[in-house]
């Protein structure tokens, strides 16, 4: 089973912060899940992606194409169990659950520090899944860079 890890956006925006993510990723070789709570979210992602944000290209495709299995990132609403994937990262309050992660490398829960909302649910996602069994860290940003605050080897 792979670690849960929890990303606090409290000092950059996901668009600035997914890429990095997405790329650390990708330099693992990882095949990743990027999932989102909504189709327009979905179509936002694939055109940040697009951009590039910083003039480096992140190879991805939207769910739902003819390419789904060879997509390196894909940009999903719901969970792609039965692609063979190493990484899925959640954002915008998407959810995951336990057994997703027995098969994964790695899961991420990336959500929004300003978002009273965002913050709620991921305390509830890191109780579910810690309960469930997965071992979690929390990850904050502080001075430009991650520092891990919590860990928890799950139940």
Not at 34 to 48: F, G, I, N, P
Not at 97 to 103: D, K, P, Q, R
Request: charged fraction near 25%; include cysteine; charge should be negative.
């Amino acid at each position: 089973m792979g670690d849960v890890y929890f990303y606090h956006l409290t000092e950059t925006p996901l668009e600035k912060a997914l890429p990095t993510l997405l790329t650390l990723a990708r330099e693992r070789e990882w095949r990743i899940e990027l999932r989102t709570s909504s189709d327009t979210r979905a179509q936002w992602l694939d055109k940040m992606l697009w951009d590039g944000g910083d003039g480096e290209f992140l190879p991805h495709g939207l769910a739902g194409g003819p390419h789904d299995d060879d997509q390196p990132i894909l940009i999903t609403t719901q969970s792609s169990e039965e692609l063979k994937l190493d990484c899925v990262m959640c954002v915008d309050q998407s959810v995951m659950s336990a057994s997703e992660i027995e098969t994964l490398q790695r899961a991420c829960i990336i959500f929004d520090g300003v978002d009273a909302n965002a913050v709620q649910k991921a305390r509830e996602q890191w109780k579910k899944l810690t309960a469930d069994g997965c071992a979690a860290q929390y990850w904050a940003q502080e001075g430009g860079r991650w520092i891990k605050k919590a860990e928890s080897q799950g139940q």
